[in-house]
């Protein structure tokens, strides 16, 4: 395992994630057409099952998302997210044995949730939005800062850099100074290179391949390349097909620092992070 400069100890709200070793995160969206069968409470059990199932699978955080942010996904409201957002935080904090992480750019999401038992803010935004920065500080959580240029309605309008791995490093350093300017202490973050965010094929593959560049902030990296499009263009697979792309970059992330795995197939990329761990620990 990649050493590491950082304390492995992350306060979540009530429960403590520890670094020493990487965690898998499951995503759990609650965006209207994820349980779309039956009525609002059949959709929340629904939710609730999933979470549980992954928690079963070895998920030590579940991502719980109520916005899209996939190109055109349709805007909603504060109000909209919070109305779908709450009621599972709630229910998985009540019931479950799991760091619930937000994916929110939304400040009132940010502090409801938090007072409902979210242990960590998950901003594909980072801290952008108005108010975000005081909110996510007032909440005292851990947040994980993400690049993306533009927003996910435009993001994939042909993207430029000149060299895409400094580029995003220069832009986390200036979240991070951002972040400590409201009081949120380098120790409470993690950063992601955000994966399929306003970046071609070329640039996610060259990021992927030098993302080892990341660790020079000390701080622990999130990854998600669950079933994303870098996937499907490299190997030109549909979406259904992309878990063998998947675990692949999911072992090679680890090997380039990685802590959290962002996945939909949790059991299986459980595997590959247990192997990886087997093997590390050897003598
Ligand atoms: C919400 N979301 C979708 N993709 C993501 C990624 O790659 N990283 C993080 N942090 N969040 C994501």
């Given at each position: 395992m990649t050493s590491v400069s950082f304390s492995t100890r992350l306060p979540c709200g009530n429960r403590v994630l520890d670094l020493a070793h990487t965690h898998v995160m499951g995503i759990l969206n609650v965006t209207?057409?994820?349980?779309?069968?039956?009525g609002r409470f059949s959709q929340l059990d629904a939710a609730l099952r999933h979470a549980e199932a992954m928690v079963a699978a070895g998920a030590t955080l579940i991502d719980v998302g109520g916005?899209?942010?996939?190109?055109?996904a349709r805007a909603v409201s504060p109000l909209e997210e919070l109305e779908r957002v709450a009621p599972i935080v709630e229910r998985i904090h009540r019931e479950l044995d799991v760091i619930i992480s937000v994916d929110t750019s939304t400040p009132a999401v940010m502090r409801e949730t938090a007072r409902l038992g979210a242990g960590l803010i998950n901003d594909v935004r980072s801290?952008?939005?108005?108010?975000a920065l005081d909110a996510a500080a007032a909440t005292g959580l851990p947040v994980c800062l993400m690049h993306m240029l533009g927003e996910p309605g435009d993001m994939q309008n042909d993207p430029h850099y000149r060299n895409v791995t400094e580029e995003v490093c220069a832009f986390l350093a200036e979240r991070m100074a951002q972040c400590a300017a409201v009081g949120?202490?380098?120790?409470?973050i993690v950063l992601d290179?955000?994966?399929?965010?306003?970046?071609t094929l070329q640039h996610n593959l060259s990021l992927f391949k030098h993302m080892?560049?990341?660790n020079v902030f000390g701080r622990p990296l999130l990854v998600g390349v669950s079933r994303k499009s870098m996937i499907g263009h490299t190997l030109n697979r549909p979406v259904g097909e992309r878990l063998y792309g998947g675990l692949a970059l999911a072992a090679l992330a680890m090997g380039k620092g990685a802590r959290i795995l962002r996945v939909h197939d949790v059991a299986e990329t459980v595997d590959v992070v247990r192997m990886i761990t087997a093997v590390e620990m050897a003598e």
């Open positions: 209207p057409d994820s349980f779309s069968d039956g916005e899209s942010t996939r190109p055109g801290l952008q939005r108005d108010g949120i202490a380098a120790e409470r290179p955000g994966f399929g965010f306003a970046k080892e560049a990341l």
